[in-house]
């Protein structure tokens, strides 16, 4: 007798719509109206009568479901309404069938054509007259089936790719499809080549991994069943695809070439078309050497006088015994045929699959194990819902192995080793989605290599970059929604709201997301698909979590996306109800108001609920900022943008959008990515109307600019930064910040030029109170007074910055005051302040960015390079090479090329080098011929312009130029003396420039100061 289905899906498994991976069956009568001319009206409806019962009952005997008859065409579906591991197998078995049947209805006078096509589809109620499975998976099976010739089966891409192994298929070919410009990829369907799809993946190495102490289990009871002479039940119990099959494999190996050697016999139960007894007829056509083609008779004669035992093979043996009867002698022959067998030697019994068994089998085989007088070992194997429809089985006397999942490095084991070699970098992660599970890991590598995303090269394996929303395979899910659809209707509501939630949810929430039933989550734990956590984040709510992160996406994906965006907005006002808006929730309440409302499908969530949407769409937003907000704080600035990006899809005002794009913008300052910070300010610009506002963002675009000239790659052309500039002046009002922020862009871009309006921005930002701009106009004014030379006042400007520190609190600002305190503290030789001031800028800056820390290191660098203290560079190295490392990979990331790049004077370095190997030649050629103009006054290319000259023996250059540099105090001032005693020669200015160099502490200027000297004479 065929089961219509899986007899453990409840009937009303369906909820509302659904979404299904499903297999569609399309099949059509050929030449039948040719047949029906001049027919009699009765016969003709006599004939398609018989031809519907026959086509139904085909599908039906597969676990399909008939969705209509119309005219001479069937539609048929498998795995909806309740999904069905093996889908596309069956509805291929059924279309075989189908044909054979049909050739035995009709004898060749009529021929059937058939499509099959595996897709999504959603699942309705029924209506009048319409199908409840729609979906494009439908359509075009209706297209195969009509290209398919008479009497061919057109099978579609998806379909082969589920099925690989089970059927042999003809070569592809495309079918023309209206909407279709590809067209469609089909394969007309050969013959089955088995039952069961066979597992693992073509051209990998088989191997076993870990399961050792399990492997040790089902020996030592094998030892126990020959010691004791009793028999013995093992039971592995474990999810689909964990190994169940293969562990038994391998002790089945090890029982070959035991001593005694026992007689092995295996039988195994199917998930649809067998009779009660499958199994154990497999055992006993072993047994008895009896083949499919047999007659009844023979088989009668060799079952001799233990006839009754063909009712395992489906034969009327039973006569006119009372069922219960028959079923007494039944098991009583088998205890008699096991105690005969293992009379000479011990048995082993393997029954696969027991949750697929009907309860008389369970039956007997509890009967054997309390009844057999020998030694005789049965395994079984089953899925935990074994144990739902029948708790306790086996309990007595018998064992039970629960297989948990593979460890992580039994996995990466498997991995390598069935690879051949060490498996590339990201297949790693990508394995671990399989949680431990060797199917779905076998399912994800084959999946990866039919689409070509990992290839065989060089004697390894290579992969490529994942396109994004790179899904579980159709296998996968199928094995995963089967299960899912096991539940009854309430919990699997449970699972699916959890899964809108995440991974991790809440008790409160599910109950809330299923007003009108009353899940029982302890069963979805009993089940094994979410588990209780210690602790919770929420108080007062009890936390779980999703066992995997396949039963999550499988579940999710499981829920139309118009329920989805309810869910997911139910869920977000719970959580702004119970967590009262704090701002610890903004991510998530960011996360699930935006997936409420997706604009992609709005018209499919909110039509008609307009206001709603509206009302959703502004949450979103909100928190979206909030929780960008929280994460730019935290420096987490690639987290923020990402925020930011979101909220800009929903946003639909220009004037916030244009704000939205000013803070993407700023976010990117902060990477030093200055590229997509110009083009996010740009963007901002574009979308503005306001004047106030578009002077704003020119002021920013400008004085970030300048100020952070490190994050360009390629400097913005000094045109477009002056027009930036003026932009931003011209655009704002007297006595705002963008005019304080414009007028130290303006200085900073053109310190000597502009001093005045460093000062201006100064008075401006004193009469606006604004912190950051108080601080970034000292900056602009010491910066002007450095480039004038005049390092006193430089300083001085410096250290009234300094002393805002203790009220600023944003890292980056606080590191950029140390950064441009540096050069003012150097210029003055105070060489002890500079390293305080290098230290404390590094250590802030740990806590940024990557690029951030480069310049932490860099500026260390910088002090003691000035300072000539060589062996603390060296001790800096390592250091050092990490920071330019990460700073590289960092951009790499970025798609920039090239190596992270850091603020030293390249030039200054340059000729010192050359002035060291005594290359005078190219000192020449590298000292521009006049004194650099003033607004170029960079200590150390001074220094090394003093060197040089000297080095030339320039000395009428060197009396022009040096009383201009001759400034006491400062750390310019020895090289200065040094250059003047060694042109002129003067001992005394080479003596006064040693005493001044140590008295700032700078041993080895001192000591190089005597070398140069001595070189001199
Ligand atoms: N320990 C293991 N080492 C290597 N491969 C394994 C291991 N266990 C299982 N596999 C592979 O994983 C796949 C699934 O295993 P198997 O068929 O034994 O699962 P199962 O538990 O019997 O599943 P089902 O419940 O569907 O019958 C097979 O291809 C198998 O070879
Ligand atoms: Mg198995």
């Not at 007259?129 to 009509?146: C, I, P, Y």
């Not at 004791?228 to 293969?246: E, F, H, N, Q, Y």
Request: with cysteine; net charge negative.
């Amino acid at each position: 007798m065929p089961w219509s289905n899986n007899p453990a899906v409840p009937e009303d498994a369906v909820i509302g719509d659904e979404r299904k991976l499903a297999t569609v069956l399309f099949a059509d009568l050929v030449g039948s109206t040719a047949l029906a001319s001049g027919e009699d009206p009765e016969r003709v409806r006599f004939r398609l009568e018989r031809f519907y019962e026959a086509m139904a009952d085909e599908v039906q005997g597969a676990g399909g479901t008939v969705e209509k008859f119309a005219g001479d065409a069937v539609l048929a579906v498998f795995g909806a309404p309740a999904a069905l591991e093996d889908h596309a197998e069956r509805a291929l078995h059924a279309a075989l069938a189908m044909q054979r049947r049909l050739g035995e209805l009709f004898r060749g006078e009529l021929a059937l054509r058939v499509g099959v096509n595996t897709g999504e589809v959603v699942v309705g109620r029924a209506r009048e007259g319409s199908s409840f499975v729609s979906g494009d998976a439908v359509n075009v099976a209706a297209r195969l089936e009509q290209s398919a010739g008479a009497g061919e089966i057109l099978v579609g891409e998806r379909t082969v790719s589920a099925v690989r192994g089970a059927f042999e298929l003809a070569e592809p070919q495309t079918v023309e499809a209206k909407g279709k410009p590809e067209g469609i990829a089909a394969r007309r369907l050969v013959r089955a080549l088995t039952l069961q799809r066979p597992r693992g993946v073509s051209g990998l190495q088989p191997v076993f991994v870990g399961r050792e102490p399990e492997l040790a289990q089902l020996q030592a009871a094998y030892r126990q069943v020959i010691e004791r002479r009793r028999p013995l039940l093992v039971t592995i119990v474990g999810d689909a695809g964990l190994g169940k099959t293969r562990l038994v494999r391998e002790l089945w190996q090890w029982l070959a070439v035991e001593e005694p050697q026992p007689l092995q016999r295996t039988g195994r139960c199917l998930p649809y078309g067998q009779t009660t007894f499958w199994a154990f007829g497999e055992i006993l056509k072993e047994q008895l050497g009896i083949l499919d083609g047999d007659s009844p008779q023979s088989v009668l004669a060799r079952l001799g006088d233990r006839e009754i035992l063909g009712l395992a093979l489906g034969l009327d043996v039973a006569g006119n015994l009372h069922p219960l009867t028959a079923r007494d002698r039944f098991q009583d022959a088998w205890v008699s045929l096991f105690e005969e067998l293992t009379v000479t030697r011990p048995a082993a019994v393997l029954v696969e699959d027991l949750h697929w068994a009907e309860d008389p089998l369970l039956d007997l085989v509890e009967h054997l194990l309390e009844r057999v007088h020998g030694t005789l070992l049965v395994l079984a194997t089953a899925r935990p819902e074994l144990l739902d429809s029948r708790p306790g089985f086996g309990g007595l006397g018998g064992e039970t192995l629960v297989l948990e999942p593979l460890k992580a490095d039994a996995t990466m084991e498997l991995l390598s080793r069935s690879l051949g070699t060490e498996p590339p970098g990201l297949l790693g992660d990508v394995v671990a989605q399989a949680e431990g599970n060797p199917f779905f890991m076998e399912e994800v590598l084959g999946s990866l290599i039919d689409q070509g995303l990992l290839e065989r090269r060089n004697g390894g394996w290579a992969m490529k970059e994942l396109p994004s929303g790179f899904l579980v395979p159709d296998t996968v899910q199928a094995v995963v929604a089967a299960r899912i659809d096991l539940l009854a209707p309430a919990e699997k509501e449970a699972l699916q709201a959890a899964s809108v939630i995440g991974r991790i949810f809440w008790s409160g929430p599910v109950y809330e997301l299923c007003p009108e039933t009353e899940p029982n989550l302890r069963l979805l734990e009993e089940r094994d698909f979410i588990r209780l956590r210690l602790g919770s984040s929420i108080e007062g709510e009890r936390e779980y979590a999703i066992k995997h992160a396949v039963t999550r996406e499988v579940a999710y994906t499981s829920i139309p996306r118009a329920r989805r965006a309810h869910l997911h907005a139910a869920f977000a006002s719970w959580v702004e109800r119970f967590g009262g808006g704090r701002d610890e929730h903004a991510p998530l309440l960011a996360h699930h108001y935006t997936e409420a409302c997706r604009p992609e499908d709005a018209d499919l969530a909110w039509a008609g609920a307009e206001d709603e949407f509206e009302g959703l769409r502004l949450r979103a937003v909100a928190w979206l900022r909030r929780a960008a907000e929280l994460a730019l704080g935290r420096y987490e600035i690639d987290e923020g943008l990402e925020y930011l990006n979101r909220a800009l899809q929903l946003e639909t005002n220009d004037l916030a959008r244009s704000e939205l794009w000013r803070r993407i913008g700023r976010a990117n300052t902060l990477k030093y990515d200055g590229e997509a910070f110009w083009t996010a300010m740009l963007n901002s610009l574009e979308e503005c109307g306001d004047r106030a506002e578009s002077a704003q963002t020119y002021s920013e675009l400008a004085f970030h600019t300048v100020t952070r000239s490190a994050m360009w790659k390629r400097r913005p052309d000094p045109e477009l930064v002056h027009g930036w500039i003026e932009r931003a002046l011209e655009l704002s009002d007297p006595d705002t910040v963008p005019r304080a922020r414009a007028l130290i862009a303006r200085s900073w871009y053109d310190p000597t030029l502009f001093a005045d309006a460093a000062r201006e921005a100064s008075a401006l930002a004193e009469r606006l109170g604004d912190l950051e701009l108080r601080s970034w106009a000292l900056a602009a004014r010491s910066r002007s007074s450095y480039a004038t030379g005049a390092y006193g006042d430089a300083s001085d400007w410096s250290k009234r910055r300094l002393e805002l520190l203790p009220e600023i609190g944003d890292p980056d600002h606080v590191a950029f005051i140390y950064f441009y305190a540096l050069d003012p503290s150097m210029a003055m030789g105070r060489f002890d302040e500079a390293r305080r001031i290098a230290a404390a800028h590094e250590e802030v800056t740990r806590d940024l960015t990557v690029h951030h820390r480069l310049h932490g290191v860099a500026c260390l660098l910088i002090v003691e390079s000035a300072a000539g203290c060589w062996e603390r560079i060296r001790d800096l190295r390592t250091a050092a090479e990490r920071a330019v490392a990460r700073g590289a990979q960092a951009r790499a990331g970025r798609g920039r090329s090239g190596n992270g790049r850091v603020r030293l004077p390249a030039r200054s370095v340059r000729i010192h080098l050359s002035l060291a190997r005594g290359d005078l030649d190219d000192v020449e050629r590298r000292i521009p011929k006049e004194s650099p103009p003033s607004s170029t006054r960079d200590v150390d290319i001074l220094v090394a312009r003093m060197d040089a000259l000297a080095a030339l023996r320039r000395r009428d250059q060197l009396e022009a130029e040096a009383p201009a540099l001759l400034n006491p105090g400062t750390y310019l001032e020895p090289f200065v003396l040094r250059a003047l005693g060694i042109v002129r020669p003067d001992p005394e200015l080479i003596e006064k420039a040693q005493q001044r160099f140590r008295e700032m502490g700078l041993d080895w200027h001192a000591a190089e100061t005597e070398a140069l000297a001595e070189g001199a004479h």
